[in-house]
T-cell receptor
């Protein structure tokens, strides 16, 4: 199997606060994890790619100081939305890739962030 | 412009009908994956096609990878309301590791 979990599944926070989202690969080691953002009725937008033990690579237009990514172990990556604003409200999805199978990503169930 | 063009963007059909969703590119891919995403959930992997011309069947779903590895199709036979969702194709370009996603086809199957 290839199970990826995310926590929390839903979070509501006040504007200006920071929110941390965890992404875990439960039954495999993920050398690479990805963070996506999805707006209603749209496809996935890649935000950043993180490799275990190194700095994340951010897509153009994604502020790295606002969306802090840490991939401290082969089973855990975290995304911290700093000083969140209402426009950061979205569905955030992570995915993980196995070391031995680079052509497939396994997705987490997503985290619904609402910033008031 | 999307590297992977999916068509149609939206599809609404009655239960029992057949349908085909297309995923096309002018570039060659090492493999292509199809995912289904339901509202409020993450995408779930349906299949990976690797060999040009490959056909894979998953119950009522038939997936085909083009001979030139530039396109793929998903055919659903006798669609059911449970097939409703966003279907995404994705894959790594030949020689690269990063995945590219299509914009998706949103399928609604009415009972």
């Amino acid at each position: 199997g290839a199970v990826v979990s995310q926590h929390p599944s839903r979070v509501i926070c006040k504007s200006g606060t920071s929110v941390k989202i965890e992404c875990r690969s439960l039954d495999f080691q993920a050398t690479t994890m990805f963070w996506y953002r999805q707006f209603p009725k749209q496809s996935l937008m890649l935000m950043a790619t993180s490799n275990e033990g190194s700095k994340a690579t951010y897509e153009q237009g994604v502020e790295k100081d606002k969306f802090l990514i840490n991939h401290a172990s082969l089973t855990l990556s975290t995304l911290t939305v700093t000083s969140a604003h209402p426009e950061d409200s979205s569905f955030y999805i992570c995915s993980a890739r196995k070391r031995e199978r680079t052509d497939t990503q396994y997705f987490g169930p997503g985290t619904r962030l609402t910033v008031l | 412009t999307q590297l992977l063009e999916q068509s149609p963007q939206f599809l609404s059909i009655q239960e029992g009908e057949n349908l085909t969703v297309y995923c096309n590119s002018s570039s060659v891919f090492s493999s292509l994956q199809w995912y289904r995403q339901e509202p409020g959930e993450g995408p779930v992997l349906l299949v990976t096609v690797v060999t040009g011309g490959e056909v894979k069947k998953l119950k009522r779903l038939t997936f085909q990878f083009g001979d030139a590895r530039k396109d793929s199709s998903l055919h659903i036979t006798a669609a059911q309301p449970g097939d409703t969702g966003l279907y995404l194709c994705a894959g790594p370009l030949w020689g690269f590791n990063d995945m590219r996603f299509g914009a998706g086809t949103r399928l609604t199957v009415k009972p």
